[in-house]
T-cell receptor
Framework: EPEVTQTPSHQVTQMGQEVILRCVPI?????FYWYRQILGQKVEFLVS????????KSEIFDDQFSVERPDGSNFTLKIRSTKLEDSAMYFC????????????FGDGTRLSIL | QKEVEQNSGPLSVPEGAIASLNCTYS??????FFWYRQYSGKSPELIMF????GDKEDGRFTAQLNKASQYVSLLIRDSQPSDSATYLC??????????FGTGTSLTVIP
């Protein structure tokens, strides 16, 4: 069964550094998402992406964050100048053809900021 | 602020029993509803989704939706120890954003 793949599985970075989290969505899916989950807390929406542009973003997704689809398969989340509070699991998800379709999640990237 | 509320639990049921998980949401315009299972340290895994009032069954799982009362529930019949996980309710109001609850921790006791 097709799946969303994320790399790396764990990223350790010094505070203030930039990180790029990578995702390969399911190939025939058109909508892509990033979520984060701070340890012990709920899954929080960051951003959705469709047709090569951001379609919606949350208050969390400030100027520190950016997303990109650099080619036909990858979908990346960049965090500039990381802060301690950015430490979390970051999940990529994709869905088929409408915004209310089920979203399928990747295994996540655990980001640890030192 | 759109809220999705779940009882954090833990909910404990004996093996073979029915587990009942509940979720309420604040946005009356919500259109689609999802249940995800999340094992500790893992990603959310889609269990079921429901769009219309009533019941939807898939194997041992039944989702129930009551839009008038703004709640959605998940029943797990013949609960197994492997069902022990946190169950996340997610709600979509027609836009691009899913709103998740904090999850209910379920333990199935052998």
């Amino acid at each position: 069964e097709p799946e969303v793949t994320q790399t790396p599985s764990h990223q350790v970075t010094q505070m203030g550094q930039e990180v790029i989290l990578r995702c390969v969505p399911i190939s025939n899916h058109l909508y892509f998402y990033w979520y984060r989950q701070i340890l012990g807390q709920k899954v929080e929406f960051l951003v959705s992406f469709y047709n090569n542009e951001i379609s919606e973003k949350s208050e969390i997704f400030d100027d520190q964050f950016s997303v990109e689809r650099p080619d036909g398969s990858n979908f990346t989340l960049k965090i500039r100048s990381t802060k301690l509070e950015d430490s979390a699991m970051y999940f990529c998800a994709s869905s088929k053809d409408r915004t209310n379709q089920p979203q399928h999640f990747g295994d996540g990237t655990r980001l640890s900021i030192l | 602020q759109k809220e999705v509320e779940q009882n954090s639990g833990p909910l404990s049921v004996p093996e073979g029993a029915i587990a009942s998980l509940n979720c309420t949401y604040s946005d009356r315009g919500s259109q689609s509803f999802f249940w995800y299972r999340q094992y500790s340290g893992k990603s959310p895994e889609l269990i079921m989704f429901i769009y219309s009032n009533g019941d939807k069954e898939d194997g041992r799982f039944t989702a129930q939706l009551n839009k008038a009362s703004q709640y959605v529930s998940l029943l797990i019949r013949d609960s197994q120890p492997s069902d022990s996980a946190t169950y996340l309710c997610a709600v979509n109001e027609g836009g691009n954003q899913f709103y998740f609850g904090t999850g209910t921790s379920l333990t199935v006791i052998p």
